[in-house]
């Protein structure tokens, strides 16, 4: 009996109708398999994954082999993204065992749910020197028969392997000067100086790694490092991970060149992106900056926002393709006979050459995917627009993706940090508005009365599983800007209480940091993950957001924590600065004060005071934060005993426990808040 039907999540109910005797995560699939003696096999995913569904529909949808993995084994099906718990501990062991790992994910494992064999994707038949799924299947029966002494010892010594993982950085001092010039030299030899980035095939948007370049910039005023970012964001933008008709990034480029995107799109990758574009404009001007963090803003808010307010997990990289079939790309991808259809022969011509659509094509079977290659010559700007008009307005015709509209808490938070600071620097309220109703929505429904937070949410319903640290830091992120950006003092008090279950239940006496809480369900290991890799890790957002809210409060418990949690990022950044990004960003603000703004004026409506308040928020230093309102008002703890200045509004910075004299300058706010 497959037991996935009632589940809130979009890739276990696709799994739902599979032959396959699928259990969801649980104590009851364990009993199961200790009941009948046989082991397990555990199947991690995620909706938008294409290989997923390529296995899904080669092995889990065929017969034969569900009929051998209901004999002699107990299935589970794990969505990785509602537990990022269980995908971490087994991922750890798949790597730490094979090199590698990625999605979709194979484990075997024993009733006591110790790993013992491991893979990702296993194909229908043997090919490229991988083993059939089938041969894997009846390789780890035998094994599970004959030699189970063999087996449970394999088993064994992996978990006490895995036991022995735990980092303990919490007595470490934060990176100073020193290792955050390492990290910056780090980055600087992996950069790719013909084509932005870091690193080979595939490439993946550094989001993370170019925040720590705009802020270190904004501190030092190295120009390598706003080089760098910018080069990066523009490279990217004018490539094909960018959807040039529709806004949004894609997941990663397949090639060095941000060519040929793997095309599902997903709402952290795009919240992180649209916040670096929005700071990268913030810093530099740029319009290209400036159009592709409103394009993204907007493409979040049209295809990805929930009937209640949230947004959803991605949309995926497969579409029906017009035969029948789902494939890879479709939706996205263009033939020069396709721009005709559509466009006309003269305009399907300047399209070719603007989006770079070859006859060759630089995707599959002749399709182009649509980019913005540097050229000689000057387009007509109204032309293109029309262009552009009517090629997605044809390909709205065309089958859509599928989207996983389970609302992810962590990832609303950074959705709800980017579209409020767009927002307000681009004075579109309407954006400003989509990150309220998301943070209600959260407020409503994923947090208890405890505040607690529950990681999911679907269809209006919450779901089972409990926020994990980086829901708790990146919900608290969000909420931080909103503050900021509204004047809303309830923002940060929602932060707060998030933070406060950080320091209780997410940390130990050293002040190391762990993925769950204390009071978690007991795993074959506490996952601790201080790495940024798709997003940021609980550890460095943790950091990032506790540093904050003590800037804002004065809190020395936060403080002292956040700079507690840095201490990883003091042993990592000069080694693997890639990969610890937010966390180099996070000691860019500690380093920088954060600096404290306190804007007040004779009530929120006042002209003055705004352009103070815009003017704050549009200053570079690194983490600073904003609070806004009136002479008097108790919403902020850093408006208290702030007057006007002359009856008029003033602005108040302080860093270090040192402040500037107030000003009712706009230009001298400005310039006490960039370098």
Known sequence: MNRLADSQSPYLLQHAGNPVDWWPWGEEAMAEARRRDVPVLLSVGYSACHWCHVMAHESFEDEATAAYLNSHFVSVKVDREERPDVDAVYMEAVQAATGQGGWPMTVFLTPDAEPFYFGTYFPPEPRHGMPSFRQVLQGVQQAWAERRDEVTEVAGKIVRDLAGRDISYGDAQAPGEEQLGQALLGLTREYDEQRGGFGGAPKFPPSMAVEFLLRHHA???????????????????????????????????????????????????????????????????????????????????????????????????????????HVEGAYYVWTPAQLTEVLGAEDAGLAAQYFGVTEEGTFEHGASVLQLPQQEGVFDAARIASVRERLLAARDGRAAPGRDDKVVAAWNGLAIAALAETGAYFERPDLVEAAVAAADLLVRLHLDEQVRLTRTSKDGRAGANAGVLEDYADVAEGFLALASVTGEGVWLDFAGFLLDHVLTRFTDATGSLYDTASDAEHL????????????????????????????????????????????????????????????????????????????????????????????????????????????????????????????????????????????????????????
């Open 219 to 325: 501190r030092t005023g190295a120009e390598g490092a706003l080089e760098m970012a910018r080069d990066t964001c523009e490279r990217m933008a004018r490539g094909g991970i960018y959807d040039q008709l529709g806004g949004g990034f894609a997941r990663y480029s397949v090639d060095r060149e941000w060519v040929v995107p793997h095309f599902e799109k997903m709402l952290y990758d795009n919240a992180l992106l649209c916040r670096v574009y929005a700071h990268l404009w913030r810093a530099t001007g740029s319009d290209l900056a400036r159009r592709v963090a409103l394009e993204t803003a907007d493409f979040m808010v049209r295809e990805l926002r929930t009937a209640e307010g949230g947004f959803a997990s991605a949309l995926d990289a497969d579409s029906d393709d017009g035969t029948g079939r």
């Open 524 to 675: 074959i290991r506490r996952p601790q993950d201080p790495t940024d890799n798709a997003t940021p890790s609980g550890w460095s957002a943790a950091a990032n957001a506790l540093l904050s809210y003590a800037a804002h409060t004065g809190s020395e418990p936060h403080r002292t924590a956040a700079e507690h949690a840095l201490g990883v990022v003091k042993a990592l950044g000069p080694r693997v600065p890639r990969f610890v990004g937010w966390g180099l960003a996070a000691a860019e603000a500690l380093l920088d004060g954060p600096r404290e703004v306190a804007v007040v004026g004779p009530d929120a409506a006042d002209a003055a005071a705004r352009g103070l308040h815009r003017t704050a928020l549009l200053g570079t230093a690194p983490g600073a934060v904003v609070a806004f309102g009136a002479e008097g008002s108790d919403e902020f703890p850093l408006l208290a005993d702030r007057p006007l200045v002359g009856g008029a509004a003033a602005a108040y910075v302080c860093r270090n426990f040192t402040c500037d004299a107030p000003t009712t300058d706009p230009e001298r706010l400005r310039a006490a808040l960039n370098g």
